[in-house]
């Protein structure tokens, strides 16, 4: 069984958790498999998007239970090994220069959670929810997950969500601004917005992306700065050139980089 299967369609990757049997948990197997999908996925530029969903209808329920079970008896070292691959993967999502959107399916829970929450684009199935349960089994959060909710969501509700660890509907979410549509369809309509996407410049989503980034951490003069390099450069690019020419044109722009 292939435990993270890749399938191109046109300018979009689409990244599939498999491990239905265990609702698509992570284990280190899952990590080696993502991480350098991710990452060839970034480093080709025939891909525009990338679409990240799980198997049979559940996106993910997080940490394997079975593993946390037993890491009592592992050195440190040993219990933060899938913690620091957890976060490689996090890291690669959020360097990645190519949009990535999650298809939330059933569920999103624990590191599930924080897996969807660092995709630039969440489309949620209409029923699925989002779940911080780290606290029901006496553990604090790991994958970012205090790190995104909090940035994106009311203080109180991150705070509900951590401390009581209970289920949030993603239309609770998408209500505050966190998830981006709701759907009956949520793969099929990622899918089909990744596509719309991916015929954008991928230079220009590539600095936009680096810039949501940046922002969230530098001074509004700082910031300031970057763009006004970013733009100033953009201008002069085949893409920048041709977008613009295209809409004076009234036509639809082909970009090139």
Not at 56 to 77: I, P, Q, T, W
Not at 144 to 168: V, Y
Not at 193 to 213: D, H
Request: net charge negative.
């Amino acid at each position: 069984m292939a435990r993270v299967i890749q399938e191109r369609h046109g300018r979009v990757m689409k990244l599939i958790n498999n491990d239905p049997a265990k609702r698509n948990a992570f284990g280190l197997d899952f990590y080696d498999h993502m991480i350098p999908a991710i990452e060839a996925a970034a480093a080709d530029d025939s891909i525009g998007a990338v679409v990240i969903c799980g198997a049979e209808g559940f996106f993910c329920a997080g940490g394997d239970l079975n593993r946390l079970a037993v890491a009592h008896k592992l050195e440190f070292s040993e219990r933060r090994q899938g913690v620091d691959k957890l976060h490689v993967m996090m890291r690669a999502i959020r360097n990645c220069p190519k949009p990535v959107i999650a298809a939330v399916e059933g569920g999103a829970a624990g590191a599930g959670a924080s897996f969807a929450a660092m995709c630039d684009l969440i489309v949620a199935e209409t029923g699925s929810y989002f779940m911080l349960a780290y606290v029901k089994i006496g553990l604090t959060t790991d994958g970012g997950a205090t790190w995104s909710f909090t940035r994106n969501l009311p203080r109180q509700l991150a705070s509900e969500m951590g401390l009581t660890g209970g289920k949030i509907s993603s239309q609770r979410l998408y209500d505050c601004g966190m998830v981006n549509r709701m759907s009956d369809n949520a793969l099929d309509d990622a899918m089909a917005w990744a596509a719309e996407l991916a015929n954008n410049s991928s230079t220009a989503m590539a600095g936009i992306k680096r810039m949501i980034v940046e922002a969230e951490e530098a001074s509004l003069e700082a910031h300031f700065e970057t763009e006004a390099v970013g733009i100033a450069t953009a201008m002069k690019s085949k893409d920048g050139m041709e977008g613009t020419s295209a809409f004076l044109e009234k036509r639809k722009p082909k970009f090139h980089d």
